[in-house]
């Protein structure tokens, strides 16, 4: 578990068998393909409470994920807080201001966070993610390039959609 | 007039279910269950599915220990092809189930009932989680997210991912292990060696303070069932099954799990989505038993390893028969952490795990198959049965929360009947109702084969079922 501290970190997660519910991850092999040293992705199933570790650990990080939208809608940005969600019912999923929350009690630090949301029109059972979707996932590309200042080429995200 | 009291949702477990007391006209407590809410039905819906797609699906049912339902699984498609896997893959495959073993037990302990253990039953709700412990035990809490990393680690760099990895198949598993991954692992064994040897000794110096919880945190006599290796020491991937009673009597003994039919039969009840199995021989509902850390040590003579066999000794030390109160779940998995990460010490140093020949090919041979293996809360079971073309049509899961629920639900009872007086719980009564169930840290997720969170709801109900008092969770 040695890592590099302080890098820039991207955490994507979602059900990939649950339609939309996986643009979190989409979004997170496109930032995986960006090749950038200093940026570490998770490209995960669901949220652990051991991911506190990492993010205590990061210089900045990103948390992206799908909700739930019965008509086309637009990302949702929420810069996340510690002590804005001190709710623990299983702790076998959490949620990012919980992990936030948490990696600022055990580590005394905890770096900016920022959750995107990204609206997800079906999330029943199937592996594919609509087209709305993955437009909404290139948007969410160009917010996290530009929170994190990047010069990476929009083409290429186009291109490795899936 | 006789009362009833609801908990809904149970709160730190995995899944969705109530509990509901009865109180009697007197203002005791007549009657507890456990009802399990939740419901999913993969035994209904794989069929049709090709067998070798099963370890995947059958992984989804949980996302907290896909791997066991993906050993027990590829276990019974190994069977389905009629193949001894070879013993690169053998070794690969204890090595992952004792990572999600680790991790499994970590979570429990650290972070869903070390608040209980260590803030108090009786803490303030709303301080009485992991992010109170953060507060008052840093160390114990950074510690329990260091154990849960490396367990998840150990799978992540053998499997390719922590969650609903791919990497184990029928015939064996995807890839060898390389030299770097096995010197990475091998390298932080030692500090988690230390951190559980530390937790043990924090939780065996406060036991003192639990009395009456150990008397009453299901302390009854049951059966217990475990696998064992032909030496009868504790076993998580393979073996046999034994079966002991509550003097540690072996009431069974190399019993072969492909004949679990024989020896397991599966009640149903109203009340719940969870099926409720039992002891063949002995009859519903005489026939119960537990699972799981607690079940795994009284039935096996010694774990195998040096470090958890002198925990074992103190453990042991515990009781003249077997150890009856499941407050010492915890204790048992405080041991088989220490013992799971000696053995993948161990089978790491063993130079047949290196081998790349890891994979066994063949298409199936037999028209039955059946995988059994010790998943972090017990014995699972995956038995399917496929046609001509190699198409599931018929699937039977026994999942180990499941094979406790007649325990739990006797538990809740006897702490009920300790805790809880009158028509109104206290907050601390309520806890400790709820403290017994997590003591079995069950999945419902999977037990039920189900979807879910878990979260708490009690019921207070009279003679008549009218609903008197009711407390929820989420």
Known sequence: MKREDHKKLLIGWGNELRGDDAAGRLTARHVALWHTPDIEVMDIHQLTPELSYWIANSAHVIFVDAYPSLEPSTLRLSPILPGSDTSVSSLHHVTPSFLVTMAHALYGQCPPALQIGIPALRMDICAEVSSFAQASVIEALDVIREAWALDTCRVSDDKNRR | ?474
């Not at chain 2, 009453?216 to 009868?232: C, D, I, K, R, Y």
């Open chain 2, 1 to 474: 007039m006789s009362k009833t009291i609801t908990i809904d949702p149970v709160t730190r477990i995995e899944g969705h279910s109530k509990i509901t007391i009865t109180m009697a006209d007197d203002g005791s407590v007549s009657d507890a269950r456990f009802h399990v809410t939740q419901f999913r039905g993969f035994e209904k819906f794989t069929e049709g599915r090709p067998y070798y797609e099963m370890p995947a699906i059958t992984a989804r049912i949980c996302g907290i220990c896909p791997i066991s339902h993906l050993m027990a699984s590829a276990k019974a498609c190994d069977d389905l092809l009629a193949v001894r896997i070879p013993p690169a893959a053998y070794n690969l495959r204890r090595i992952l189930n004792l990572g999600q073993t680790i991790q499994s037990h970590a979570l429990s302990f650290f972070h869903l009932s070390a608040p209980d253990i260590l803030l108090g039953m009786d803490a303030d709700p709303a301080r009485r989680h992991v992010l109170g412990l953060a507060e008052a035990y840093p160390e114990i809490a950074r510690n329990g997210v260091w154990l849960r990393m490396f367990g998840q680690q150990i799978i992540e760099w053998l499997s390719g991912k922590r969650i609903h990895p791919a990497w184990v198949v029928p015939g064996g598993v995807g890839h060898p292990l390389s030299p770097d991954v096995r010197d990475k692992i091998l390298e932080m064994i030692p500090k988690g060696i230390e951190i559980t040897m530390g937790a043990l000794d924090l939780l065996k110096k406060s036991m003192d303070q639990f009395e009456a919880e150990i008397q009453t945190f299901a302390n009854f006599p049951s059966l217990f069932l475990g696998l064992v290796t032909p030496e009868g020491n504790l076993e998580h991937y393979d073996g046999t099954l034994r079966i002991v009673d509550e003097n540690r009597k072996v009431v069974g003994d190399q019993l072969d799990p492909k004949r679990y039919m024989d020896l397991i039969g599966e009640a149903v009840e109203p009340w719940s989505y969870l099926k409720t199995p039992y002891y063949k021989p002995m009859g519903y509902p005489d026939g119960f038993y537990r699972v799981g850390p607690l079940a795994r040590l009284n039935a096996c003579d010694q774990c195998g390893t040096a470090k958890a066999d002198e925990e074992l000794k103190h453990f042991r030390a515990l009781s003249e028969g077997a150890v009856l109160s499941s407050f010492h779940y915890h204790y048992a998995r405080l041991i088989e952490i220490l013992y799971g990460l000696e053995r993948v010490q161990q089978l790491l140093h063993d130079p047949e795990t290196m081998s790349t020949r890891v994979r066994a090919v063949a298409g199936p041979n037999q028209p039955e198959g059946i995988g059994v293996s010790e998943a972090p809360r017990g014995t699972l079971i995956h038995h399917y049965r496929i046609n001509d073309d190699g198409l599931i049509t018929w699937a039977n899961l026994i999942i180990a929360t499941g094979h406790n629920n007649m325990a739990m639900n006797r538990g809740i009872l006897q702490a009920a009947k300790e805790f809880v007086h009158g028509d109104r719980i206290t907050e601390g009564a309520l806890n400790r109702v709820e403290a017994v169930i997590r003591c079995y840290d069950p999945c419902l997720s999977c037990s039920t084969h189900a979807l879910g969170e878990m979260a708490l709801h009690v019921q207070v109900l009279d003679a008549k079922g009218n609903i008197l008092d009711e407390a929820r969770r989420s």
